[in-house]
């Protein structure tokens, strides 16, 4: 993950410092603060640096068990998997949990530790695009698309996997907001709402009519929970994920533009209702991958509120992203030992263990630590 | 960018022709003809509501006229791809939020974007961004958030950004709304200067006696074009009490 944003990069921190390094030179201005100040923001952007390397290390482990489970039939990986299981065992004993050695958990975890990643990384150019609300109605149009499954499935015998219905519904969902406002030239609140509600309306409908033919658990999926993971849901999600991160990595550029300024990338012929569309769909993809853990009420908060506490702090759009993630990851590992721990849902976990970051990054901010840079 | 003197046998590099424009049934554009000779420094006024940003707009190929065409340095604006060489200063730069968590690097590093969408910048392209923001004089600004300089400030990093784009063509709408006085001279010097370095200039301006000073050409319009020549003939003409008040013939158009 730490090179997510980088094959696109036009400032990184080697380069930036560097620059203002050879600016100051041909000033010929007195470097004393200055150079105080960057010799702490490269400290700064190594810790940042190093956190994203380890956020990336933890992801890679996570895809990893999960192609492990996937393929724990096959020889030497049944090998590999029973000796992961012994490490889920050891790891309980010495941390006196009963955690690590159900693969239920490592399913819900892996699948978290990528919303932890993927979520805030769309939501960065999402919030800053002021298209925040779009997460809930994508949401809500995933749970449209469960109970279209559901009673699709019901009616016709077929086992298909209710996610998928609930992705191609979400990014369907996309598509109608992007026709909406390229009609009416803004991602005007009034149709984002009357489909916010209207797909949560026929979304109940349906589940009502069809109550009494399925054992769904509605309620897990509202407020979701670690229990509600599926095989089929870890998987996607882990697809999904190597998918949007490729695509953030290769139109990273596109999607700054247009997120500050659309105007201006639309005189430079960007094609900008592709990448509009672009962003729109892999936010339904994030949703319908997010909503497992978090539930379809919560799943827009990820998208929102780790963005929201990074861009308190952070100096740079790019910084917003790397600590976006960071504060993603960490709302997500304590939220998960929140609901472990006390029994609690996931989603209110994690979400409540994001606004603490949120609230934590606005003292900082009022504090003046970001005052050292900004002035 | 390419010298003033260059360009003055060469096509005019924006060409409006006969265009019309309407919201749903309100005519904003009509038939409006103007061409934009290469080193231009076109001032563009009119009452508000005049549809100055409008023709702008359809200038830079961001509406297309239901009427008319716009060729941009002698394509149609439909078929234009070299966006690098517009840098266009939107109307809200000014006032843009204040919580953006862009640096004033990352903001001037698009106008290297339209030339490398796909890969790392080359030194050429860090190089073009020091330049420019050497050229505006707010290199030590670099780092800092955009929403948190001053609007004049802003506004420099903004043509920073065309600059870095090596733009030929600058399009601005408005760009000294909420300037302080002080700061808006020295802006306008910049774009003077650029002007001439042989860069063309397009800017709506509210303040008149600014666009007289500045301009060396002026297109005055609502909905229909008043005047288009050189700034002298426009000091001269009627063209303004014509287009704020309730007259509607053409006074001048000398090209």
Known sequence: ?375 | MTTASAHRTADPIISVDGVSFAYGERPVIDAVSIDIEPGAFLGLVGPNGSGKSTLLDLMVGLREPDAGTVRLFGELASDFEDGERIGYVPQNATTAARGLPLTVRELVAMGRYPRRLVGRFSDADHQAVDDALQQVDIAELADRRIGRLSGGQRQRAYIARAIASEADLLALDEPTVGVDAESRDAFYQLLDDLNAEGITIILIEHDIGVVTDRASRIACINTELFHHGDTESFVDSDALADAYGVSGRVVHHDH
């Open chain 1, 1 to 375: 993950m730490a090179t997510d944003t980088d094959a696109s990069d036009t400032s990184d921190p080697g380069d930036a410092s560097g620059a203002a390094d050879a600016s100051d030179a041909t000033d010929q201005r007195p470097t004393g603060l200055s150079g105080r100040l960057r010799t702490r923001n490269t400290a700064r952007e190594t810790a940042e640096l190093v956190g994203i390397g380890l956020v990336g290390l933890l992801a890679a482990f996570m895809l990893g068990f999960i192609l492990l489970y996937w393929f724990r039939e096959f020889p030497y990986v049944e090998l590999l998997y029973t000796e992961f299981r012994i490490a889920g065992r050891l790891l309980d004993g010495v941390l006196g949990t009963n955690v690590f050695k159900h693969p239920f958990m490592w399913q819900s975890l892996s699948t978290g530790v990528l919303i932890g990643i993927v979520a805030p990384l769309v939501g960065s150019f999402l919030v800053h695009r002021q298209m925040a609300l779009i997460g809930e109605t994508l949401a809500h149009a995933a749970f449209a698309g469960v109970a279209i499954s559901l009673v699709f499935n019901s009616l016709t015998g077929w086992d298909g996997s209710i996610l998928v219905g609930a992705l191609v519904i979400g990014v369907l969902g996309a598509l109608i907001v992007q026709w909406l406002a390229d009609r009416t030239d803004t991602y005007g609140d009034v149709p984002i709402a009357i489909m916010l509600s209207g797909s949560f309306a026929l979304g109940t409908l349906l589940i009502s009519a069809g109550r009494g033919q399925t054992n769904f658990s509605i309620e897990s999926l509202l407020y979701g929970s670690i229990a509600v993971v599926t095989p089929d849901g870890t998987r996607l999600m882990g697809l999904l994920s190597v998918v949007v991160v490729l695509a953030v990595a290769v139109n990273y550029k596109q999607l700054l533009f247009i997120t500050f300024d659309e105007q201006a990338a639309r005189v430079a012929q960007l094609p900008v209702d592709r990448y509009n569309t672009l962003l729109v769909v892999m936010t339904a993809v994030v949703v319908v991958g997010a909503m497992q853990v978090l539930g379809v009420i919560l799943v827009a908060a990820m998208l929102v509120v780790p963005v929201a506490a990074a861009s308190q702090v952070a100096r740079s759009f790019r910084e917003t992203v790397y600590l976006s993630i960071l504060v993603g990851q960490a709302a997500v590992l304590a939220g998960f030992a929140v609901s472990v721990s006390l029994s609690l849902p996931a989603g209110g976990s994690i979400v409540m263990a994001a606004i603490g970051i949120y609230l934590a990054a606005i003292g900082l901010s009022k504090s003046g630590v970001t005052a050292i840079s900004t002035h």
